[in-house]
């Protein structure tokens, strides 16, 4: 007994196209997802940045009052380039702050590169602790005379051009 084999023609040929209806459907819901997604991603963070100016340094007020901690890579206190142990340090400040009003009370702080970070932020809160209203960063080192008066050990000639004050805070 032998069976024929019958082949059935299909009515249309193959479709060898892609169906992009899927794709797009796809490719909208993921425009929709970054579209909502997208302004949750943007958060700003406020930093005062302080305006700068280039002014000569003869015209430079020179200001002798100000109160400038340096801390040295070993992790060494100084107030205006007088060395200080960390023990005495807030009793210090505190003495020197006490004599001015309390929008003069400004604290700036020079730090070497490779000083220890905690001893840094130490040097923050003790300056807080003894009643400093502003504290200010200074991005290069001070000279030693730029802190000193006139006259004391350390004090900078008038026309010396590498003695500039420290930078003023931002208001």
Known sequence: MA?????????TPPNSEIN????????????????VVTPLLEKDIEVRIPETEDVPVEQM???????????DADGTYSINTEPVTPGDYVNKLKRMLAAKSKEDRIVFFVA???????KLVAAFDGAKQAGAFVLGMATEDIPAGAA???????AAPAGDPGAAPAPAPAP
Do not use: C, H, W
């Not at 070497?112 to 905690?118: E, F, I, L, S, V």
């Open 61 to 71: 007020p020179q200001d002798n009052s100000q109160l400038i901690v340096k801390l």
């Open 20 to 35: 992009v209806t899927p794709l797009v459907d796809v490719v909208l819901v993921l425009l929709i997802i970054f579209m």
């Open 148 to 154: 000193a008066p006139e006259g004391e050990p350390g």
């Open 3 to 11: 069976t024929s084999r019958k082949f059935v023609k299909p009515s």
């Open 112 to 118: 070497d590169d490779k000083a220890n970070y905690g």
